[in-house]
């Protein structure tokens, strides 16, 4: 079993992601879909760090495992 804990990522492209999903969550067409969209996106925005400018064309990830 393998968790992602966090993605070090550029901020510029965390509000890019996020803006996406809230689009697609916006068109969503059943409250399953929507309630997953919710969920996955609450997960973004707390897993998706800043890592700054020295991370505008590369990201980092933290993997847990159990």
């Not at 969209?37 to 400018?53: C, F, M, S, T, V």
């Amino acid at each position: 079993y393998m968790k992602i804990v966090f993605i070090l990522i550029d901020q510029p492209l965390k509000d890019i992601l996020l803006r996406h999903a809230r689009e697609r969550r916006a068109k969503s067409r059943s409250d399953f879909e929507a309630q997953r969209l919710d969920r996955l996106i609450k997960e973004a925005e707390n897993g998706l760090r800043d890592g700054g400018r020295a991370h505008c064309n590369h990201y980092h990830v933290r993997i847990a495992t159990k």
